[in-house]
């Protein structure tokens, strides 16, 4: 653990951060990502996590991000089912700026 910046996910996708200098773990479940992030956080101040396993996470991820470090951002995962990631992403953008500047839809 040298660098400040890592990333959860599962399967193999997550390897290729490696490149940009990015630690790479892999989980194949919450509770793995969960045993890890734990770990991480001590450590890291970016830690970015597949929206697939950041989902089951979520209890622990706010918890953090009530702190200045780590940041955790959750990232959409190879499989594109989960909205987790882009739905987080616009309520820590409307919480920092009170205006919806992502997405600007009215929400219904």
């Known amino acids: 653990m040298q660098g400040e910046t ?9 390897l290729a951060f490696k ?5 790479a ?12 992030l734990r770990k991480l956080a ?9 929206d697939d396993l950041a989902e089951g996470l979520s209890d622990i991820i706010n918890r ?3 702190q200045p470090y780590p940041i955790i951002v959750p990232l959409p995962s190879n499989s594109g089912k989960s909205q987790y990631a882009r739905d987080k992403m616009k309520e ?4 920092a700026l009170g205006v919806d500047i992502l997405f600007q839809r009215e929400e219904r």
Not at 6 to 14: E, L
Request: overall charge negative; hydrophobic content about 40%; aromatic content about 8%.
């Open 64 to 66: 953090t991000n009530e």
């Open 25 to 36: 773990f892999s989980a194949e479940t919450p509770a793995k990502a969960r045993e890890i």
């Open 6 to 14: 890592a990333i959860i996910g599962s399967g193999d996708g997550v």
């Open 19 to 23: 490149a940009g200098g990015v630690d």
């Open 92 to 95: 820590q953008m409307e919480r």
């Open 42 to 50: 001590k450590t890291y101040k970016v830690i970015f996590i597949t």
